[in-house]
């Protein structure tokens, strides 16, 4: 709309005055004081249509805001139809080892199967008593008897297979627990996958959406930690390992050490007693 402002200049209107007379004819005055207030109410109506002439196209664009505002909400609330069709993937689950499919002839075997199915330390240390062979107490009096180096030997085995004792026990437990726990996971997981690839509104909104990137987020920490617990019994696996390849080489040195120690004087030892056995033996016919 295009606004029209009226202003009427006083010398159009002194110069109209004959032309008003004469066309009213005789007994009809002209006032110009009340014409001019006359023009004056035209011209205050005037503004007032186009004060009222902006605020509707005020109100006018602001209704096209919103209703765009609106139509780009909604198409942004509507997932496609097909998204879960073209992006939705199994995924692997740990599996528990089901007691029937593994055999357990001397009943044995059994309680290993449920630590690593459901963890827990006290079904480890069940499963390692059940099924690795016990290490005897070594005899206090035939280990004092021993030399310094051997009973630091024997010592030092003893530590290796303790130490082997709370690796193997923890990591059952840590297997266990992430396996027990895996199904739970699953569920979760299902869970936030079927909200991910839902066509219904309200799992589109901006509060849902940042609600699933933030349990995505929790759900991938998890996941992390169980991996960490996992690369850390490997770990405490593998320092074993290297202790005791440690252990066999300091064995190797401390015996060759040993033996360069005490050849020289059992050599001598030995020479000195088949020389004396030479001389003791006479080589003369008579016996003499």
């Given at each position: ?44 109506g005037a503004q007032r ?227 004396d056995a030479i001389h ?5 016919t008579t016996g003499h």
């Amino acid at each position: 709309m295009t606004s029209r402002k009226f202003v009427v200049p006083a010398t159009l209107i002194l110069a109209l005055a004959p032309l008003a007379h004469a066309q009213f004819g005789s007994g009809i005055v002209f006032d110009p004081t009340q014409s001019a207030h006359a023009i004056e109410q035209i011209e205050q109506g005037a503004q007032r249509l186009q004060t009222a002439e902006q605020i509707y196209t005020t109100a006018y664009n602001t209704m096209n805001q919103v209703i765009a505002a609106y139509n780009l909400a909604y198409q942004m609330s509507r997932m496609p139809q097909n998204l879960a069709a073209r992006y939705q993937s199994d995924f692997s689950m740990w599996t528990n080892l089901s007691s029937a499919s593994v055999p357990d002839t001397y009943g044995n075997t059994s309680a290993w199967i449920n630590a690593l199915d459901l963890g827990n330390p006290t079904r480890a240390t069940s499963a390692f008593n059940n099924a690795v062979i016990p290490l005897q107490s070594y005899p206090g009096g035939a280990l004092s008897s021993q030399d310094a180096i051997t009973q630091a030997a024997i010592k030092n085995q003893y530590a290796s297979s303790e130490l082997g004792q709370a690796t193997l026990t923890n990591s059952l437990s840590t297997l266990g627990t992430i396996r027990s726990d895996s199904q739970t996971f699953q569920q979760k997981l299902a869970n936030l996958e079927s909200d991910t690839y839902s066509t219904d509104p309200s799992q589109q909104a901006s509060n849902a959406l940042l609600g699933k990137i933030n349990s995505a987020t929790m759900l991938q920490i998890h996941s992390q930690q169980d991996t960490n617990q996992i690369l850390a019994a490997e770990a405490a696996q593998q320092a074993l390992d290297e202790k005791e390849q440690l252990d066999e080489r300091n064995r190797l040195m401390n015996q060759s050490i040993y033996f360069q120690q005490t050849f020289p004087t059992l050599i001598e030892s030995m020479t000195s007693g088949v020389s004396d056995a030479i001389h003791s033996v006479s080589l003369s016919t008579t016996g003499h």
